[in-house]
């Protein structure tokens, strides 16, 4: 029961999703000597030699909503496209965490600003005590995932559980480019809910069925990504899944994939000209096919109304809510359908066409949470927040669901390119008409700088002491990664930086220097100095005005990442000039109208330049795309000097 002294400012990022996850590698090596790299090479070479594993499921779940208990019974056939022969695997059995003692307990009542969904809050503002809500489970109120019986190949394995981590020593090795098939027999109980997945969450939904099914852990050319689950970010493997479920047939289930039998389920699924033939049993097989996911999720509730919007294009969107909320919210849902095909087609034309046939907003879980082909929402929102997390979680089936970054090692790549999608989807669609959409996400980056907990961006979610920190570095900072790319390499280039991005490596795990090189490309701009400072570093941005007389100019560089610098200038005269000076070590510079000034090298603190006439105010980044963190001393006029 920690007590946390600090105060943080009660609203600090978006609702969201997600979590975390592990481990960290010599991700830093590549990027100690960038910049001496940037300045001898004019190239870095593409790694040719990418592969990735494959993980096709085939299961069979029947529910048992007395005890919410499932039994499963799992085919995985798995792909070793690695180079590498493979002697163990791992899989990921998530609902262990959710019983007293598990590593996401113990963290939990460590950590100093837990996630408030997953405690009871006993003690004051000043003095906060905190109750971990997964301490208090009782064992028919736990999560769990008991694996009944393992073989590959039809032989039985030895296997052993450690946590949330299922550890297989395999009986044959799995060779480079070739298969094994693995059978697997289990029983599952859905937790009480305390973080995005369980049974009754607050609004009531029954069933919200995400990281529910033994998952095998990712394996790339980092290695093994067998993290404990703690509660922050996924990394999945790619693959396709094919899924019955046995349920009550009086529950109405959103789901990944595509149904298969909608004639035989109805509730909304059966086509209008088709005769639904529903069997005269107390359960209903539901039989869904996902196929190029790396998750599959699912939610079920007596009461869910189901509606379906054809968009343009042909996607089906899905909304299940439940009936019995109040009028107020079951307008707001009503009113989200529309606009959440503008947000696909909003997303379609920015980033690339989404590849799947259809999209499911469901009621359920805590908050709002991405999954494949869908997103679980709680659903009493008013319609600002109900359709601005629909628009993040919706975006994150392009950043996560398409473009698979291991979000686990960096979470800035998914929750902070969602974040910036979404940021202007929701200002066009809405039509808020900001200066600058991103707005939000400088104002709190500098505001969490005061609180001295920053840690780089490239430190695994998991490892992140303060969940405050993890919030703002992932969404925000890294909402800015692209946000102040625009800055750099300008907005038009961003713009096809992405759909580039999308193209090359949809269906991928990219990386970091994925993204860095694509903007590259495009732009015919270095930036390697840019990745490696912005999320490699907690070290920022602070240029000021030095000196100024007459028509010199004098700017310092005092915090210690190195920008190109605009500044805009009236004379005396009240004519005005913008001046752009790029640096050195961008080799390049942006498309600009501005008066374009010699370089300005990194090594030096000051820069100086003439202009012709007197100058009466002067303003370094009068855009404001820059992140620089003390503007204050951004600005000089006359006045201010005169006595
Ligand atoms: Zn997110």
């Known amino acids: 029961m920690p007590i946390m002294r600090l105060k943080w400012p009660k609203k600090c990022w978006l609702v969201k999703d997600s979590l975390t996850e592990n481990q960290n590698k010599n991700f830093m090596r590549p990027f100690l000597y960038g910049i001496f790299i940037l300045i001898f090479s004019s190239t870095i070479a593409q790694n040719t030699d990418y592969w990735q594993q494959q993980a096709d499921y085939e299961m069979d779940i029947d529910m048992n909503l007395n005890n919410y208990q499932y039994k499963g019974k799992q ?79 039809k032989k039985p394995l030895t296997y052993h559980i450690e946590g949330t981590v299922l550890e297989v020593a395999l009986n044959k090795g799995i060779k480079p480019g070739s298969q094994a098939v693995f059978d697997m027999e289990f029983l599952g109980q859905v937790p009480l809910q305390i973080r995005r997945s369980g049974r009754n969450n607050k609004e009531g939904v029954a069933l919200s069925m995400s990281q529910w099914y033994p998952k095998i852990a990712a394996y790339d050319f980092q290695g093994w990504h067998a993290n404990a689950y703690i509660a922050r970010e996924f990394y999945g493997v790619w693959g396709n899944v094919d899924l019955k479920i046995h349920i009550d047939k009086n529950y109405v289930l959103g789901a990944s994939g595509y149904l298969q039998n909608p004639e035989k389920v109805g509730h909304g699924y059966q086509n209008d000209h088709k005769k639904v033939a529903l069997p005269r049993t107390d359960k209903l097989t539901w039989h869904f096919i996902a196929p190029k996911v790396h998750d599959f999720t699912w939610a079920a509730d007596p009461d869910f109304e189901h509606d379906v919007l054809e968009t343009k294009l042909g996607t089906k969107l899905h909304f299940l809510y439940k009936r019995t909320m109040d009028d107020k919210y079951l307008n707001n849902w009503k009113k989200l359908q529309p606009k959440t095909a503008e947000l696909l087609d909003y997303y379609n034309e920015h980033l690339g066409a989404y590849p799947y046939k259809q999209y499911s907003v469901i009621q359920g879980g805590d908050g709002g949470m991405e999954y494949a082909m869908s997103t679980l929402i709680t659903g009493e929102r008013e319609f600002g927040s109900l359709f601005g997390v629909v628009a993040h979680e919706m975006a994150h089936s392009w950043f996560q669901f398409v473009l698979a970054s291991n979000e686990a090692k960096y979470a800035w790549m998914d929750e902070g390119f969602t974040t910036y999608i979404s940021n202007y989807a929701v200002d066009k669609i809405l039509e808020q008409k900001k200066e600058n959409p991103q707005k939000e996400a400088y104002t709190s980056y500098v505001r969490f700088l005061d609180y001295q907990i920053e840690e780089p961006l490239s430190t695994p979610a998991d490892l992140f002491e303060y969940n405050y920190a993890y919030g703002i570095g ?142 009466q105010y002067l303003e370094i980044d009068p855009s404001q795309k820059m992140a620089d963190v003390k503007r204050e001393n951004n600005h000089w006029s006359l006045k201010t000097v005169k006595k």
Do not use: C
Request: net charge positive; glycine share 4%; aromatic share 14%.
């Open 75 to 153: 085919k995985l056939v798995y792909t070793n496209n690695s180079p590498d022969e493979l002697k163990k695997v791992y899989y990921h059995l998530y609902f262990n965490a959710f019983q007293p003692g598990s590593e996401m307990d113990i963290h939990l009542q460590d950590i100093r600003d837990p996630d408030a969904r997953m405690v009871h809050s006993l003690g004051t503002a000043d003095a906060p005590i905190f109750k971990s809500r997964i301490s208090e489970l009782k064992p028919s109120e736990m999560g769990f995932i008991k694996v009944l019986s393992l073989s590959q190949n």
């Open 474 to 615: 992932s969404y925000n900072k890294g909402a800015l990664f692209l946000a102040q790319l625009e800055y750099i390499i300008g907005k038009e280039n961003v713009e096809n930086t992405l759909k580039l991005f999308y193209e090359n490596f949809k269906f991928k795990h990219p990386t970091p220097n994925d993204i860095k090189r694509t903007a590259e490309r495009v732009s015919g701009i270095s930036l390697d100095w840019y990745l490696y400072y912005w999320t490699q570093t907690t070290h920022t941005i602070d240029y000021a005005v030095k000196a100024q007389n007459s028509n010199e100019v004098v700017l310092e560089r005092i915090g210690k990442i190195p920008m190109p610098v605009e500044v805009f200038v009236r004379y005396t005269d009240n004519t005005t000039e913008y001046f752009y000076v790029p640096l050195t070590m961008m080799r390049g510079e942006k498309p600009s109208k501005f008066l374009r000034l010699k370089d300005w090298s990194w090594v030096a603190k000051r820069y100086r330049f003439k202009t012709e006439k007197p100058i």
